[in-house]
């Protein structure tokens, strides 16, 4: 079957587009904004959604108290259930690619698991250190990890399987750690420590926002101009040095926009998991392969189902709240092991 593509060239850049994306990115985006304003609108104080946009333009709506509980309260939290999505969405679309195993996913191999560390470090041993070192330290922690990882399986070259098992390995050394700071904790840093693991947007102010922000506008656009290079190293590093490709350099190039997505959005809103497993299957179902149009997909529909779930979360058991990564566990656990099966059965 012949596909047709569109070719995008600019001095710089140039992006080679299956003719699906544009409007699949269309409808994602679509469905995004109109979660966005569902999730906004709902709670025990629900607010319609024309009065929504109204406040959001600074139009009166005749209740002066919805501008404090969209603006203040429910906004910031759903922008960052969007960015935090999106991020784990191209971090995991990354790692399976680098990885060629599309069972990985931030969360499995041990990248979370090392941001979680030393964001859980900072919060029960330095409670009062300032906001913006969360995200610095969660970073730091997740590069650490990635440089352990990438370190322990080179041999003549980096293998895929051993990235994945040795992975796992610190993942679980770095858990045992984690709950070993939360069983010598203040149990007030402890609490706080145990609702960020189990992976919320709850109590999310625009100061989340802003220093999340920085990341996403440094790191997406790193990620969708290095795409072209995931698409050769999908294929193999013979091939893709064979195609002129600088194959360790990209590689860690591409870790580290990985890192640092997956590493600001654990910091942001603790670990979601099966965001970066979930959003490159659907997107490669929707448009393909090629990464080029893939990572903008596949960010949307990350961040569309933290959204939901965010949203499901909040709504299905009121008043008691779900965190999100609670809901992306239970519907993610079962996807995972579905995707284990069939291609064990391959």
């Not at 069972?103 to 979370?112: E, M």
Request: aromatic residues 8%.
């Amino acid at each position: 079957m012949k596909l047709d593509w569109l070719v995008i060239r600019s001095q710089s850049l140039s992006f080679r587009l299956d003719r699906r994306v544009p409007p699949v990115l269309l409808c994602l985006g679509a469905i995004a904004l109109v979660g966005m304003v569902i999730n906004v609108g709902r709670g025990e104080y629900p607010i319609a959604p024309l009065d929504i946009v109204k406040t959001l333009l600074g139009l009166d709506t005749g209740n002066p108290d919805h501008n404090f509980v969209i603006n203040v309260l429910r906004l910031p939290r759903t922008l960052v259930a969007l960015m935090v999505g999106v991020a784990f969405a191209i971090s995991g679309t990354i790692f399976q690619s680098l990885t060629r195993n599309p069972l990985a996913d931030p969360s499995i191999i041990g990248i979370n698991a090392g941001a979680s560390l030393a964001a859980v470090t900072v919060i029960v041993l330095f409670p009062a250190a300032p906001i913006y070192t969360l995200p610095l330290s969660a970073f730091a922690g997740a590069l650490l990890m990635a440089v352990l990882i990438y370190s322990l399986a080179w041999n003549n070259g980096s293998s895929p399987i051993l990235l994945i098992l040795i992975g796992a390995g610190l993942s679980a050394i770095a858990g045992a750690f984690t709950s070993l700071l939360i069983t010598f904790g203040q149990i007030d840093d402890v609490s706080s420590a145990l609702v960020w693991l189990a992976g919320s947007v709850y109590g999310r102010t625009w100061e989340q926002v802003f220093s999340f922000l920085p990341w996403l506008i440094i790191f997406v656009p790193l990620a969708l101009t290095n795409s072209r290079h995931l698409n050769a190293l999908n294929l193999g590093d013979d091939v893709a040095k064979g195609l002129g490709s600088r194959v360790e350099w990209q590689r860690g190039m591409l870790v580290l926009v990985g890192v640092a997505l997956a590493g600001a959005g654990v910091a942001t809103a603790g670990t979601i998991g099966f965001v970066g497993l979930i959003a490159p299957h659907l997107g490669r179902q929707l448009v393909g392969t090629n990464h080029q149009g893939l990572i903008p997909t596949a960010a949307l529909l990350g961040g569309a189902i933290v959204i939901l779930a965010d949203l499901l979360g909040r709504t299905l058991f009121a008043p008691l709240e779900l965190p999100c990564g609670v809901v992306t566990a239970a519907v993610g656990a079962p996807y995972f092991l579905y995707l284990l099966i069939r291609h064990r059965q391959k």
